[in-house]
């Protein structure tokens, strides 16, 4: 099974979506290790309550992305960790840990991508008056919240909804979306045509080793 590992900066709700469906054998893969870039973020010790060892690296002198990303990609290799989720990790990453795990890295945004990147997306898509908001899993590359879609789901906004109960909702749809579409990217082939993401095997590989394995 393979080994994950998950990067976040906060809460952890989403981490623990991960760690439970990994726990019921529905993740398709097992997570080795948290790690996080604030000392104090709560999902440390939501990982050490579930038993997955939690790691606090040094981010250096930047405040939106890793000065040294080295240790990070030390420490992920020592533990021999194939892919990276992301959950609600705050900083933008760069060529050394991108180049490690290039169309190995997936991360979740609490918006249907491409609308609403970056920071606050929920609040800012609530103020804009969005009666269709949701979220987006997603390949992790050089660019904010901007790689190939894996996944969405949508949520629509009732009109008795409020800011507070727009935000539940589509947390709720994060915790569903994110293993689902983990699970899928792990366990199903799948290829890339341009941004697209195309689950099933490729008309390539279908010519290379045809049903049957005779022609
Ligand atoms: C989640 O809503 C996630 O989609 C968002 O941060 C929150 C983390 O919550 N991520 C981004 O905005 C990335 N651009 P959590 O710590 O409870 O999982």
Redesign the pocket.
């Known amino acids: 099974m393979r080994a994950l590992a998950v990067l ?8 623990e979506a991960l760690a439970l469906a990994a726990q019921r054998g529905e993740l398709g893969g097992r997570i080795v290790a948290l790690l996080s870039d604030q000392p104090e973020a709560p ?1 440390l010790a939501r990982a050490r309550r579930l038993g997955i060892e939690a790691l606090h690296l040094p981010t250096g002198r930047l405040r939106t992305r890793i000065e040294d990303e080295g240790p990070w990609l030390d420490a992920l290799r020592a533990r021999g960790v194939e892919v990276v989720l ?5 900083r933008r990453l760069h060529g050394t840990l991108l180049g490690a795990f290039p169309d190995r890295m997936l ?4 918006s249907l991508l491409p609308a609403f ?3 606050d ?2 609040r800012r898509a609530w103020e804009h008056g969005v009666r269709t908001g949701g ?1 987006t899993v997603h390949l992790v590359e050089d660019a904010l ?1 901007a790689g190939p879609i894996l996944a969405q789901s949508a949520v629509e906004v009732r009109d008795d909804d409020t800011l507070a109960s727009f935000e539940q909702a ?2 709720a749809a ?1 915790h569903r979306l994110y293993p689902q579409a983990v699970r899928r990217f792990l366990t199903e082939p799948w290829h890339r045509e341009g941004r697209r993401v195309i689950f099933g095997a490729s008309p390539a590989a279908a010519v290379a080793a045809p049903p049957g394995g005779s022609r």
């Open positions: 976040a900066s906060g809460q952890g709700t989403n981490f999902v992301l959950a609600g990790f705050m991360n979740i945004h609490p990147p970056g920071l997306a929920i979220c919240d589509i947390h994060e």
